[in-house]
């Protein structure tokens, strides 16, 4: 089975654009959840997706917003980048909803505002 | 104070040491989730524990609920074992909540 994948894996923006990040979950999975990684703050939970239905959100302002599609591909969107955006956004998939099942994370797409 | 910590924040061993890192957490969980990040970025998941004691290969995961404490353990640890170990808590419905990661080198 194919794993994780998520693209694009590197991206540089300027301030005050938007980014678009995908992620394709492994076949039969349909539950994704996203995360963001900084050296100052580690990981911390953006928002989980399951059967394309938001089921939390995590501590992160109105310009970080998701979906998900009918074939439980993920999108996550970041509208008027700032500085303090640039971060590694990895995606993980699970089975089942709830992070109550063993996540398979994606390699990450890093980005870098400037 | 973070809701998981930690400890220790850095590692050094010589290959075939016995390894233990610890995470403590303040808050009622449902599950707690073992992950080991390499160098490039990308995470493996190595347990999701929510009672008792798991093993995969070398290593082993153990948690106390009662204390709010677990441990990871590496047993005759090798240099590929190099990396970073991250402990996260399940609370609540749908939140993971992490720890801030334990950074292991294994030298030959």
């Known amino acids: 089975k194919a794993g994780v994948t998520q693209t694009p894996r590197y991206l540089i923006k300027t301030r005050g654009q938007q980014v678009t990040l995908s992620c394709s979950p492994i076949s039969g999975h349909r539950s994704v959840s996203w995360y963001q990684q900084t050296p100052g703050q580690g990981l911390q939970f953006l928002f989980e997706?399951?059967?394309?239905?938001?089921?939390n959100k995590g501590n992160f302002p109105g310009r970080f917003s998701g979906r998900q599609f009918s074939n439980s591909r993920s999108e996550m969107n970041v509208s008027t980048l700032e500085l303090g955006d640039s971060a590694l956004y990895l995606c993980?998939?699970?089975?089942?909803?709830?992070?109550?099942?063993?996540?398979?994370f994606g390699p990450g797409t890093r980005l870098t505002v400037l | 104070k973070n809701e998981v910590e930690q400890s220790p924040q850095n590692l050094t061993a010589q290959e075939g040491e016995f390894i233990t890192i610890n995470c403590s957490y303040s808050v009622g969980i449902s599950a707690l989730h073992w992950l080991q990040q390499h160098p490039g970025g990308g995470i493996v998941s190595l347990f999701m524990l929510s009672s008792g004691k798991k093993k995969h290969g070398r290593l082993i995961a153990t948690i106390n609920i009662q204390e709010k404490h677990s441990s990871l353990h590496i047993t005759a640890s090798h240099p590929r074992d190099s990396a970073v170990y991250i402990c996260a808590v399940k609370r609540g419905p749908d939140k993971l909540i992490f720890g801030t990661g334990t950074r292991l080198q294994v030298f030959p």
């Open positions: 993980a998939s699970s089975l089942v909803a709830g992070i109550t099942d063993t996540q398979y």
């Open positions: 997706y399951f059967s394309e239905t938001q089921r």
